[in-house]
């Protein structure tokens, strides 16, 4: 059954050439990668298990992997992105399970993971209420899950300061600006869309707070949940 949230296009992963370009240019983000994997592997305990949805070319997953003895899954609708993650994970000699697979009918069983993560790709989810209840599938009972993705009321001041932070070549530069003003921020949520989603969700409550261009909304799964 369709929800109001479905968006008006298929879920389609990056492929190919716009992986590898993706994948180069998102290494620049390499510190706050780092950033996010120290502050996740101080709050999980050893052995905890940690889903991130839609990794892309795996450097979070793989960042975290440094830090702990974690068990990580990345799943991603990307064929082409699976084979880079896997590589850089054999290059970074992490032990991390990429696999191919839809966020809306995540191939694992209930209850399984302690914490999972999304980051920069929930906004691009054909059906996000789906995977936003997979989510909770999939978690164990007082497991949390995270996504962190650009928001909607972004200004293009804020966007075009952190393309200048970034570095980039002036081709690079100015795909980026394009990419955000036509296709990300088009995309993007509002807080209050966030909130009603979360709250029709099997999750029923959320708490978001903005963070740079973005937001960050956690859920949690209630103790005792099957």
Not at 126 to 146: C, D, F, H, I, T
């Amino acid at each position: 059954m369709n929800s109001s949230h479905d968006k008006g296009y298929r879920g389609v992963g990056m492929e190919g050439g716009i992986a590898r370009w993706y994948a180069k240019n998102t290494r620049r983000d390499m510190g706050e990668f780092r950033a996010l994997a120290d502050r996740f592997a101080k709050a999980l305990p050893r052995g905890s298990r940690v889903l991130e949805v839609a990794p892309g070319p795996g450097y979070l997953s793989i960042e975290l992997a440094k830090r702990g003895d974690f068990g990580i899954k990345g799943l991603d609708v990307s064929q082409t992105f699976v084979q880079i993650a896997r590589a850089n994970a054999r290059q970074e000699r992490v032990d991390v399970d990429f696999q191919h697979g839809n966020a809306s009918a995540m191939p694992f069983g209930g209850g399984f993971f302690d914490l999972v993560l999304c980051r920069a790709a929930f906004k691009n989810f054909s059906q996000p209420l789906e995977a936003m209840n997979e989510m909770y599938r999939v978690l164990k009972p007082g497991g949390r899950a995270v996504i962190m993705d650009l928001r909607k009321d972004v200004s293009l001041n804020d966007v075009n300061a952190y393309i200048r932070r970034s570095d980039l070549s002036w081709i690079n530069s100015l795909l980026y600006k394009v990419t955000f003003r036509y296709l990300l921020i088009p995309r993007a949520y509002s807080r209050e869309q966030l909130a009603r989603m979360a709250l029709q969700s099997e999750f029923g409550r959320s708490e978001i707070q903005a963070v740079d261009l973005g937001f960050e909304v956690s859920l949690t799964k209630k103790e005792g949940s099957a």
